[in-house]
């Protein structure tokens, strides 16, 4: 049989055609295929971001329903499971915490026997946190200053201000990032820096400035007899009150005393009074109080490093807590709690709160597809008519 030349070259030919047609196909399809993925791999990322920041939106929505009364782990932000756990958004399932800022131990109002009950704590990181945060140059005994830093490599300024993160503490001489972010959470669950009560009344009056006010507005703006409102003003000592729980003492009688009708004389306060004001009066004008403890949502940890150690008095809290048909509304109100003395209620009130303004808030988000993970966290002030977002992160997680 005699096969034509022509014939079998262009068969050849065809042949090449068809296979190199057939490699084509196949790369376009592998080049496809990938570009899918890619396609798939950015549109679920895109999803993952912004189910995290609902999350987040949702938490500041249930911020501005609360009720501003008083705070407390039995409002609605605290594990609410219906709302914040294994929320389905979207083709992602979404996990939300919200922490009250002042459950926490403000590092930048933290005293030093305070600081001495955190785990790991030495003198020299003492000194060094309070060296950093003053706003002088004036080396405390172990602290460090200016000087110290400058000698380091790489060297930096210190801040010799409040810190603006919690993570900013590893820049204090001999933090470790274990003492901060160890595996039950180092000190990083118990600290926050960004704390502050709003010095107004439970029903966001604006309270009453006992070194400034006179008998007549004492009177009239608190309600009370004016021959307290008299005591009061005369009781002022000549650098002003410090504390409201200067008006008490171990000699105040529970109960008001009877009163002679025809008497101008100045009364003194009875501790009933006093706890019928303590929420509507106040030391200062300041707008804002850095600082304070919640003692409505504080740990028992938080509660025993704020007390210096007084575990005792930290788990009367915690148990009164749950013992109690709604919780503390005045800061007077920890004054029936077992082991808080007139005392230690005169040394800590200033620096105690029932109410927060200031949340940190944590949104977690999945992916059903390909369980890409996803946090978006913030800081929440719902001071004002609306929450309002201090400072915010995002990203993604391994």
């Given at each position: 049989?005699?096969?034509?030349?022509?014939?079998?070259?262009?068969?050849v030919g065809?042949?090449?055609?068809?296979?190199?047609?057939?490699?084509?196909?196949?790369?376009?399809?592998?080049s496809?295929?990938?570009?899918?993925?890619?396609?798939?791999?950015?549109?679920?990322?895109?999803?993952?971001?912004w189910?995290?920041?609902?999350?987040?939106?949702?938490?500041?929505?249930?911020?501005?329903?609360?009720?501003?009364?008083?705070?407390s782990?039995?409002?609605?932000?605290?594990?609410?499971e219906g709302?914040?756990?294994?929320?389905e958004?979207?083709?992602?399932?979404?996990?939300?915490?919200?922490?009250?800022?002042s459950?926490?131990?403000?590092?930048?109002?933290?005293?030093?026997?305070?600081?001495?009950q955190?785990d790991y704590?030495?003198?020299?990181i003492?000194?060094?946190v309070?060296?950093?945060?003053d706003?002088?140059?004036?080396?405390?005994?172990?602290?460090?200053?200016?000087?110290?830093?400058a000698?380091?490599?790489?060297?930096?300024?210190?801040?010799?201000?409040?810190?603006?993160?919690?993570?900013?503490m590893?820049l204090?001489?001999?933090?470790?990032?274990?003492?901060?972010?160890?595996?039950?959470?180092?000190?990083?669950?118990?600290?926050?820096?960004?704390?502050?009560?709003?010095?107004?009344?439970?029903?966001?009056?604006q309270?009453?400035?006992?070194?400034?006010?006179?008998?007549?507005?004492?009177?009239?703006?608190?309600?009370?007899?004016?021959?307290?409102?008299?005591?009061?003003?005369?009781?002022?000592p000549?650098?002003?009150?410090?504390?409201?729980?200067d008006?008490?003492?171990?000699?105040?009688?529970?109960?008001?005393e009877?009163?002679d009708?025809?008497?101008?004389?100045?009364?003194?306060?009875?501790?009933?009074?006093?706890?019928?004001?303590a929420?509507?009066?106040?030391?200062?004008d300041?707008?804002?109080?850095k600082?304070?403890?919640?003692?409505?949502t504080?740990?028992?940890?938080?509660?025993?490093?704020?007390?210096?150690?007084?575990?005792?008095?930290?788990?009367?809290?915690?148990?009164?807590?749950h013992?109690?048909?709604?919780?503390?509304?005045s800061?007077?109100?920890?004054?029936?709690?077992?082991?808080?003395?007139?005392?230690?209620?005169?040394?800590?009130?200033?620096m105690l709160?029932?109410?927060?303004?200031i949340?940190?808030?944590?949104?977690?988000a999945k992916?059903?597809?390909?369980?890409?993970?996803?946090?978006t966290?913030?800081?929440?002030d719902?001071?004002?008519?609306?929450?309002?977002?201090?400072s915010m992160?995002?990203?993604?997680?391994?």
């Amino acid at each position: 049989m005699r096969y034509n030349r022509k014939n079998a070259v262009a068969l050849v030919g065809v042949l090449w055609v068809v296979l190199l047609d057939a490699v084509i196909i196949t790369t376009t399809a592998q080049s496809s295929r990938l570009d899918m993925r890619m396609v798939a791999h950015t549109a679920e990322k895109i999803r993952g971001k912004w189910a995290s920041r609902a999350g987040l939106e949702l938490a500041i929505a249930v911020l501005n329903e609360d009720e501003r009364e008083y705070d407390s782990l039995d409002d609605r932000w605290y594990e609410h499971e219906g709302d914040f756990n294994e929320v389905e958004v979207g083709d992602c399932r979404v996990d939300v915490r919200v922490i009250d800022a002042s459950s926490r131990l403000n590092i930048n109002a933290a005293s030093y026997d305070q600081l001495e009950q955190l785990d790991y704590i030495t003198p020299t990181i003492i000194d060094s946190v309070l060296d950093w945060i003053d706003k002088d140059d004036t080396q405390r005994n172990d602290g460090a200053e200016q000087g110290y830093y400058a000698d380091l490599e790489p060297s930096y300024v210190i801040r010799n201000g409040d810190f603006r993160t919690i993570r900013e503490m590893l820049l204090v001489k001999e933090i470790k990032n274990e003492y901060l972010f160890g595996e039950q959470g180092g000190w990083a669950k118990l600290l926050t820096c960004f704390s502050k009560d709003k010095n107004k009344t439970s029903d966001d009056s604006q309270r009453i400035n006992i070194n400034n006010a006179n008998q007549q507005e004492l009177a009239e703006k608190l309600n009370i007899d004016k021959s307290y409102a008299k005591w009061i003003a005369e009781k002022k000592p000549q650098g002003g009150y410090k504390s409201i729980a200067d008006l008490i003492d171990k000699n105040t009688p529970d109960k008001p005393e009877k009163k002679d009708a025809k008497s101008d004389e100045a009364r003194q306060i009875d501790m009933q009074t006093f706890k019928d004001i303590a929420d509507k009066i106040t030391v200062t004008d300041d707008q804002w109080i850095k600082g304070r403890l919640n003692v409505n949502t504080a740990s028992r940890e938080a509660l025993r490093i704020f007390f210096e150690d007084d575990t005792d008095l930290a788990d009367n809290i915690v148990d009164a807590r749950h013992q109690r048909a709604v919780p503390m509304i005045s800061v007077a109100d920890v004054m029936d709690i077992s082991g808080m003395s007139i005392d230690k209620f005169k040394k800590y009130a200033e620096m105690l709160t029932t109410r927060s303004d200031i949340y940190l808030v944590s949104s977690k988000a999945k992916t059903v597809g390909l369980g890409l993970k996803f946090r978006t966290e913030a800081v929440i002030d719902r001071s004002g008519n609306e929450p309002r977002i201090i400072s915010m992160y995002y990203g993604m997680e391994n």
